[in-house]
């Protein structure tokens, strides 16, 4: 691991109370920066703050990225409170609930669309004066689902599909700016997300088929792409989607037959 890439430097990671969100704050603050983790949940960002790395700093901040109003302030009070802002990471996100356009009904569809677009919109409006003013970055969480569809996951599907194009769509606007923009999609890294899908060795079992190397991700796998995007190390990299997947996004989608 690189270290010290981030000595110095503020970070935002909302989502960041368990499983990529918590693995990307631990990498940042191992590597010198100053991370405020931001979620809904004060007991899960309290444990990530707790079990950050010897020597680092890890701010629990509760706040809905899904309220304008609230993120806003809370950014505000991040930049003011410390001195700047480096980084953004959008990794807030749900995908429940699950179904079809027939299945789901206008509040479920919202209930995604507003966490996982709406959220971004808000958050990362609220950080890019901040930004601006430092040369930084913001990284979106995105995902394969983001990029091919699923079966079942419409509002899901929409809403990372949403992402990807924002995403490109901000690193038009704001690289003239200094600000780069970019994005991971994950897939397969073994979070709470994925375990509730895959609840059987079966399921289990026919999911890592289609996967090239044979094995889920790791949380920590995701982070370091992300970190890297974030890190001088990717200074002329703006607009890129990244994914962190196995091999999964390689498939034309035929099944495992060989």
Excluded at 101 to 127: E, K, L, N, P, Y
Excluded at 221 to 242: K, M, P, W
């Amino acid at each position: 691991m690189a270290e010290n890439r981030f000595t110095g430097k503020v970070v935002i990671v909302t989502g960041g109370g368990s499983g990529i969100g918590a693995a990307t704050a631990h990498r940042f603050a191992a590597e010198g920066a100053t991370v405020v983790v931001i979620g809904r949940t004060r007991t899960k960002l309290e444990k990530v703050a707790a079990d950050a790395p010897t020597g680092s700093t890890v701010v629990a901040r509760v706040g809905d990225v899904s309220d304008e109003e609230e993120i806003t302030r809370l950014v505000e009070a991040v930049a003011h409170d410390h001195g700047r802002l480096d980084t953004l990471v959008n990794n807030a996100g749900i995908c429940l609930p699950l179904g079809s356009v027939t299945d789901i009904d206008a509040a479920g569809w919202r209930q995604v669309m507003s966490t996982d677009v709406d959220g971004i919109f808000f958050t990362s409006r609220a950080a890019l004066p901040h930004l601006r003013a430092v040369g930084g970055s913001i990284v979106n969480v995105g995902s394969a689902s983001g990029l091919g569809g699923d079966w079942g996951l419409v509002a899901y599907n929409a809403a990372k599909g949403a992402v990807t194009n924002l995403t490109n769509a901000m690193a038009l606007d704001h690289g003239a700016e200094g600000v780069r923009v970019n994005a991971v999609h994950p897939s397969m890294i073994s979070t709470d997300m994925v375990a509730g899908f895959v609840q059987s060795d079966e399921l289990s079992a026919a999911a890592l088929n289609r996967v090239p190397m044979g094995r889920f991700g790791e949380a920590a796998e995701a982070a370091a792409v992300i970190t890297f995007l974030a890190s001088s190390d990717a200074s002329y990299v703006n607009g890129a989607h990244i994914r962190v997947d196995g091999g999964l996004g390689a498939s034309n989608g035929n099944p495992h037959v060989a």
